[in-house]
């Protein structure tokens, strides 16, 4: 019995799985052309399935939700550049190769990425 217990609370405090390993979800088909922009663009900095590397912070944070950043700031940041507020990351650069087109394909991928994370 005494066994049992052990286990039981090895598992509760067995850690989770590594998110940043494990790979991002497949999105919907509609959404592949997205997240192949969103890899090519933005993952180097924002990371895969958006969860943030060194140079950039994670999409999946609750500041980025649609409430607190709209659409039109995802639109505007690739075309202007972000100067660092949020975080210590340093500045996000223009993006000139990236289009409107594009962000109308990445933006969608980035929101469902935060649906599935529970963000919003
Ligand atoms: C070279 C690194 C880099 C790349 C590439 C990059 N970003 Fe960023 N981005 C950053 C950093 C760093 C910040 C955080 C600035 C701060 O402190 O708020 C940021 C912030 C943002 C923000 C928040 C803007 C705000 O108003 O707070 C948005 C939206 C964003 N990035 C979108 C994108 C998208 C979309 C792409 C791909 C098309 C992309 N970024 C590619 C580095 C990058």
Redesign the pocket.
Known sequence: MRLLGLLAVGLLLAPPALAADSPPPKPPEALAKGES??TA??????GVGARGTA???P?LDK??EPNH?ADI??Y???EAG????????????K?PG?TKD??AQ??PY?RWLQKQAGIF
């Open positions: 922009l969103y663009n933005c993952s180097a900095c924002h140079k950039g912070p999409f500041v980025y950043h700031t995802f505007r940041a690739p972000v100067r660092a507020h949020h975080w210590k990351f340093g500045d996000m650069p993006l990236v594009d962000l990445i933006i980035i």
